[in-house]
């Protein structure tokens, strides 16, 4: 039986209802990480009480997801302000920090005030030479140690996440370890993606596809995910692009997703994101468009027998190939060493006591 929670967001996706909003507060940021996808404007960004008006127009959309993100969001200088409106707006709030602010006791202390459901920070070594190879700031890593100690003493929810690169794939196991160490489990991405303005540098650093067949068979075996194909042909859309949520950047541009960055229109400028979102008077081509690609996409990933596998995501095809269906490079190594991690799996089950053998 499906629960309300099921429900409700299958309803959202059903009826383009927008019920999450990620606001890039700023793309100010204390650390210089080599693959950030973010790429700033000389633009004005907007400032505490204009965030504000965003998130009443937001709240009468519907929206009761909020996540406050960036560059740094605890770089913005009305930060609290916007966290405060967040709350008393009754949304639901969630963070993603790289944690530096937060080894302020204070800072910390002010922010748990806030009652986050969660917050996301990253973490990229278990060391600080391998986490500030990656940050390019030296005391980042020291920094994140105290905030994780701030936030775990305070008794705040906090999920730690590894972009997993090259130069971390061999120190996942003590990166874990050393959440362990607050309490604190660490997710994984194996997607680096293009940064927003279409450049494909971060994907340099993108692990190798010996490393990946071996991470995906680890994760199997110790029930983290499941390596099963997606069922493509039934799936209505591959993502919610452009239907549940709503990504705002820091000078008030609204996308269809944090990863499409096509402007819709400017918060400060629409008087309803309702009417934007349902296409009262005309709906906006980009609307129009990703809404028919997330479908459309199911038909030509179903073709491919790794696609099935693949994380796939339109806006990084079309940056990647100019073709928002292409099986794009990343997509076809997410796919096929998924596809061959499974195959080693099925082979083992085959043979265990070849495998008993072996792991003894
Ligand atoms: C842009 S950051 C903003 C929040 C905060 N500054 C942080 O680093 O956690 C949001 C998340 O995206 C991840 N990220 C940044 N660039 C990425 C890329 N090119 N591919 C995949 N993830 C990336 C970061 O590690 C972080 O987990
Ligand atoms: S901390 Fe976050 S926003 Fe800053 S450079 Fe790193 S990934 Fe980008």
Not at 320 to 342: H, I, N
């Amino acid at each position: 039986m499906t629960s309300p929670l099921t429900r409700f967001i299958e309803g959202a996706y059903e009826q383009n209802r927008p019920i999450s909003g990620q606001l890039e507060l700023t793309y100010r940021c204390n650390l210089l990480c080599s693959f950030c996808y973010n790429s700033p404007q000389k633009r004005t960004q907007l400032d505490g009480p204009q965030w504000l008006t965003a998130l009443d127009k937001l709240k009468a959309a519907g929206v009761f997801n909020i996540t406050l993100t960036g560059g740094e969001p605890f770089r913005h200088p009305d930060f609290f302000t916007i966290a405060e409106g967040v709350r008393e707006r009754g949304f639901v709030l969630k963070t993603y920090t790289n944690g530096v602010d937060l080894a302020r006791r204070e800072t910390a202390e002010r922010y748990a005030a806030l009652g986050p459901f969660d917050t996301e920070i990253s973490i990229h070594g278990p060391t600080a030479a391998i986490h500030e190879r990656l940050t390019g700031v030296r005391g980042s890593f020291d920094k994140l140690l105290v905030a994780l100690g701030h936030l775990s003493e305070l008794g705040l929810k906090v999920s730690l996440k590894t972009p997993i690169t090259r130069l971390n794939q061999q120190h996942l196991k003590e990166i874990e370890d050393l959440g362990a160490r607050f309490g604190y489990r660490v997710t994984y991405d194996t997607n680096l993606v293009p940064t927003d303005d279409g450049s494909s540098g971060p994907l340099e650093l993108a692990p190798n596809r010996e490393f990946l067949v071996d991470f995906f068979v680890d994760q199997a075996r110790r029930g983290k995910m499941a390596l099963a194909p997606r069922p493509i042909k039934e799936m209505k859309q591959v993502c919610g692009v452009g239907r549940t949520g709503i990504t705002i950047d820091p000078y008030g541009d609204i996308f269809p997703c944090v990863a499409w960055r096509e402007a819709l229109g400017n918060i400060l400028e629409v008087e309803a994101l309702l009417d934007l979102w349902h296409g009262k008077g005309g709906l906006h081509e980009t609307l129009e468009q990703v809404r028919r690609v997330s479908e459309e996409a199911t038909t030509h990933l179903a073709a491919h027998p790794e696609a099935v596998f693949a994380s796939f995501c339109p806006a990084n095809a079309l940056k990647e190939t100019g073709d928002p269906f292409a099986l794009y490079p990343a997509a076809q190594v997410s796919g096929s060493t998924k596809l061959e991690a499974a195959e080693r799996l099925r082979e083992e089950e085959k043979t265990p006591e070849k495998n008993a053998g072996e792991n003894k």
